[in-house]
Nanobody
């Protein structure tokens, strides 16, 4: 079992930066792979990227490659999403999620409450 809590969202001007955090409350974080997702009203949920706590991390979404970076701190059991050069199109609710190591990417079953990111023009 793992509980997730995102933070760091807010209002930022286009071209600005924002850093999101996700704290994983669990005994063994390496039992899980962490993921970042986002969803805007009326749009499908978008997979941003993953972090496995062992140095394996990547951005999947072409729309944010070169602008977003995922990192993690095992001691703090925290995953981060650094967002630079933000665009109004990045406005969405951002979610942290977890799946068990070895499971399919479609098996994300633990979700945080989300944190809102709004980018003004």
């Amino acid at each position: 079992q793992v509980q997730l809590a995102e933070s760091g969202g807010g209002l930022v001007q286009a071209g600005g930066s924002l850093s999101l955090s996700c704290v994983a409350s669990t005994r063994y974080i390496t039992n899980y792979v962490m993921g970042w997702f986002r969803q805007a009203p009326g749009k499908d949920r978008e997979f941003i990227g993953e972090d496995n706590w062992r140095g394996g991390r990547f951005i999947s979404a072409d729309s944010v490659k070169g602008r977003f970076t995922i990192s993690s701190d095992n001691a703090k059991k925290t995953m981060y999403l650094q967002m630079n050069s933000l665009k109004p199109e990045d406005t969405a609710m951002y979610y942290c999620a977890a799946r068990r190591s070895g499971s399919l990417r479609t098996r994300y079953e633990n979700w945080g409450q989300g944190t809102q990111v709004t980018v003004s023009s």
